[in-house]
């Protein structure tokens, strides 16, 4: 009988190249980030959902490179030239700097990066929900040097995907369920990376609320709270 443990542990996500799944829907985005040489002008945008593995694969790509990782959030007060001078850097949620409350000094900031490290020879990956031309920059210039970034994307997971990302989370969270219940959440749940996510975080709460394992009745429940 699968169990569960009953202590309210944080999440360990593991973001390992050897923790990374390859699927038809994210084949030829891996392929493209991995060809780091080839990329037109030596910058990249990763698109895909909430979910979907973009900082999974940021960090694989990273890791292989010792590149330096920041969200768009701290833009406005990083030290460009320093990053620059790394060689390979990462811009998480690059299509959320409009929202930001110094949105105008993260612009400018992303603006000074993006030329500073093409100058310097090094290659710029950034991530995003949406495509570049999409995102609401302020900036003229800025914003035709996005639109001129190529993009891969990630594509809606496949069934075998949504099973090793259900298995991920679960171990990611310590926790234990039977092959049966991700063959049955699989054939029910949202197609999305997101819903993955979600679905794993309420089955953890609510079976440790309960003090039970996580069961089918209960995944039943979370899918369709109406019942």
């Known amino acids: 009988m699968a169990e569960q443990l009953t202590l309210d542990l944080p999440a360990r996500e593991a973001l390992g190249r050897d923790a990374f799944f390859v699927a038809p829907s994210n084949m030829l985005a891996l392929a493209t980030l991995d060809a780091t040489e080839t990329w037109p002008s030596g910058k990249l945008v990763l698109i895909g959902p909430a979910g979907a593995g ?21 833009l406005a007060e990083a030290d460009i030239p320093a990053l620059a001078a790394r060689r390979f850097v990462v811009v998480e949620d690059a299509d959320q700097i409009s929202d930001l409350p110094d949105a105008r000094a993260a612009e400018e900031a ?51 995907l949504l099973t090793v990302l259900l298995v991920k989370q679960f171990e990611d969270r310590q926790l234990i ?31 440790l609320r309960a003090g039970k394992p996580i069961s089918r009745a209960l995944a039943a429940r979370i899918l369709d709270p109406e019942r």
């Open 54 to 74: 973009k900082t999974h694969m940021a960090q694989v790509w990273a890791n292989d490179r010792d590149a330096v990782i920041l969200a768009s959030s701290e």
């Open 177 to 207: 369920v039977s092959e049966q219940l991700i063959t049955w959440l699989v054939k029910r749940m949202e197609r999305s990376a997101a819903a993955v996510r979600d679905i794993v975080e309420a089955l953890d709460r609510e079976a």
């Open 110 to 160: 992303l603006f000074h990066l993006h030329n500073l490290t093409l100058a310097e020879g090094g290659r710029l990956l950034l991530t995003a929900c949406t495509a570049p031309n999409r995102w609401a920059l302020s900036l003229p210039d800025l914003a035709s040097r996005m639109q001129g970034t190529p993009v891969a994307q990630i594509e809606p997971p496949d069934d075998m």
